[in-house]
């Protein structure tokens, strides 16, 4: 009589069979009652075996098809357990440290802004960059930890904790790209704004609200990349 | 297959498996025989075609699979239907139920 449980395991994989036992034991089931079946029906046993096997044309397929099952949900929620959610984190903690930063700002603002303005005079380096994002900057890698420590305990790769941690300085470029495109499709009056102080404009916005953020989070995120993966499994039955 | 098919071959599929279910706990082999047997031989399964559908149904929480040991010895796994699958069939009945009403208006295939 046949080894089904062999059979099943030459032909979907060594691989997949040593990482799925349970699989190859459940479809080698099947296949062996469904021959079963035919030869207490009358079918020559090498009949009965040769019509099992061809329930399945391409074992290669069913593997790839099983994987899809079984893991395909699994992946879909994991990026959201794994990217989304602590991404949303990272956003919170990011922009409730900077709420709190403007709260506390807006105290000495007008004993601050005279001699800011003093010190300053570069027209596109404003004084709110040095009130507020400077010390955003500073206490912005705290956000960036925790968005990928969520990332890590969801059991995110470190690409997805990196991602995680960059989510609040994402949220600020997908603002200016929003603002850019709309300058464009909107336009200026003729003579008002040439390209390239547009360019200038969108540059230096971007390096003090997006670029030193994106630095400062990655910063905070780097103790968690470097941890190993905890690689949780999907779901599976006993 | 055009994809539009394939969604409604698949869709079909589900309902079958969840009906079955929904009277007892079924091993894959019973759910196929089930099936065939009800549907006067229209309708068939082979290991190919049941196994993703089920660990499909099992990774959305619908069917539940369970090992146990049969009076011969042998293992198999038993799969029932979970409360979260039961919500799930009476919407999926309905779609279907409305889609062959319609069809049937179009096309009058309950009378061909």
Request: hydrophobic share 65%; net charge positive.
């Given at each position: 009589m046949r080894d089904w449980e062999q059979t099943v395991r030459d032909r979907i994989g060594a691989s997949y069979a040593a990482a799925h036992p349970e699989v190859v034991r459940e479809l080698a089931g099947h296949l062996e009652e469904f021959c079963e079946d035919l030869t207490r029906r009358g079918e020559p046993a090498p009949e009965a075996e040769r019509r099992a096997l061809a329930q399945v044309s391409d074992w290669l397929r069913l593997r790839k098809n099983l994987e899809r099952a079984r893991e395909g949900d699994f992946m879909k929620n994991q990026q959201i357990r794994?990217?989304?959610l602590p991404g949303l984190l990272s956003t919170i903690v990011g922009f409730g440290l900077l709420r709190a930063i403007l709260a506390?700002?807006?105290l000495p603002w007008w004993i601050l802004q005279g001699r800011v303005s003093e010190l300053l005079h570069q027209p596109y380096l404003q004084t709110e960059i040095c009130l507020f994002v400077i010390p955003w900057v500073v206490v912005l890698p705290l956000a960036g930890a925790a968005g990928s420590f969520a990332s890590w305990r969801a059991g995110g790769r470190p690409v997805q904790r990196a991602v995680a941690a960059l989510f609040p300085a994402l949220v600020i470029a997908g603002f200016v790209a929003i603002g850019l495109s709309m300058e464009l499709v909107i336009g200026r009056a003729p003579g008002t704004t040439r390209s390239?102080?547009?360019s200038a404009r969108v540059l230096l916005f971007t390096i003090p609200w997006v670029w030193l953020p994106a630095i400062s989070l990655l910063l905070g995120s780097l103790p968690f990349l470097r941890l190993r993966a905890l690689s949780p499994q999907p779901a599976r039955a006993a | 297959m055009p994809r539009q098919l394939l969604q409604?071959?698949?869709?079909s599929?589900?309902?079958?498996?969840?009906a079955v279910l929904e009277e007892e706990a079924l091993h894959g082999y019973e759910i196929a025989k089930r099936i065939e047997a009800r549907s006067g031989g229209q309708l068939r399964f082979d290991v190919a075609s049941l196994y993703p559908l089920l660990y499909q149904l099992e990774s959305r929480r619908w069917v539940k699979g369970r090992w146990e040991e049969a009076p011969s010895g042998r293992k198999r796994r038993r799969y029932h239907l979970t409360e979260q699958g039961r919500?799930?069939?009476a919407p999926l009945r309905r779609g279907w139920r409305?889609?062959?009403q319609a069809l049937d208006l179009v096309a009058g295939v309950r009378g061909a």
């Open positions: 794994a990217v989304w506390i700002g807006a390239h102080d547009l | 409604m071959k698949r869709g599929a589900e309902l079958a498996v969840l919500r799930a069939l409305n889609f062959f």
